[in-house]
């Protein structure tokens, strides 16, 4: 997890409240990714970010939006939280285009009751 | 660090023996096939990749083999040891993709 600092670890939120995530990096990758961790369904990718103010979308993009200001911070919104939110959130950086190996952070555990 | 509570398939194995984790993939047009493992409280961390036009690769202590004809993918693991414990995930992508598709996962536990 050496560079990728997820913060906040935990948080615990209510229903129709915003929740901002946020990704910081010092290993000055071009690429970062935000995943979503769930029983039965592995890792599913959000969004990610192939530059500053370049993002895409992923498979599971409904509710949450992305923001990156610069190379090293990369910030997952959800601008009115829902249960079905709750989850495990990892941010993922490499340095290129096509590469295989992504670096993940310790993630942070959402719970939206 | 973190982890999630998971309902996935279980291989438990005995310490100094090999172990075998198995991956249905779905995407005949992927190019690449990677593992991931996750140790409790981390982030999944890279192991080994192997390329379509390959049907095995060797790493250190670990072997991948695919079978593109049943879209299969399999990861040994010689001479298990208890920090081999972990949740193992294949993934695929493309080859000039960015993303990443993951499948659900496998835990391997390791009995001394």
């Known amino acids: 997890d050496a560079g990728i600092t997820q913060s906040p670890r935990h948080k615990v939120t209510e229903t129709g409240t915003p929740v901002t995530l946020r990704c910081h990096q010092t290993?000055?990758?071009?690429?970062m990714y935000w995943y979503r961790q769930d029983p039965g369904h592995g890792l599913r990718l959000i969004h990610y970010s192939y530059g500053v103010k370049d993002t895409d979308k992923g498979e599971v993009s409904d509710g949450y939006s992305v923001s990156r200001s610069k190379t090293e911070d990369f910030l997952l919104t959800l601008e009115s939280a829902t249960s079905s939110q709750t989850s495990v959130y990892f941010c993922?950086?490499?340095?290129?285009?096509?590469?295989?190996?992504?670096?993940f952070g310790a993630g942070s555990r959402l719970t939206v009751l | 660090g973190e982890s999630v509570g998971l309902h996935l398939p279980t291989l438990s194995v005995q310490e100094g023996d090999n172990s075998i984790i198995n991956c249905a993939y779905s995407n005949s047009a992927s190019d690449y096939f990677i593992w991931y493992k996750q140790e409790s409280g981390k982030g999944p961390q890279f192991i080994i990749d192997i390329r379509s036009n390959m049907d095995k690769r060797q790493g250190q202590r670990v072997t991948v083999l695919l079978n593109k004809t049943v879209k299969h993918l399999s990861l040994q693991i010689a001479a298990t040891q208890p920090g081999d414990s972990a949740v193992y995930f294949c993934?695929?992508?493309?080859?000039?993709?960015?993303?990443?598709?993951f499948g659900a996962g496998t835990i391997l536990r390791v009995k001394s």
């Open positions: 993922a950086t490499t340095p290129r285009a096509g590469a295989n190996v992504l670096t």
């Open positions: 993934a695929e992508k493309t080859e000039y993709g960015n993303k990443l598709v």
């Open positions: 290993e000055n990758h071009r690429y």
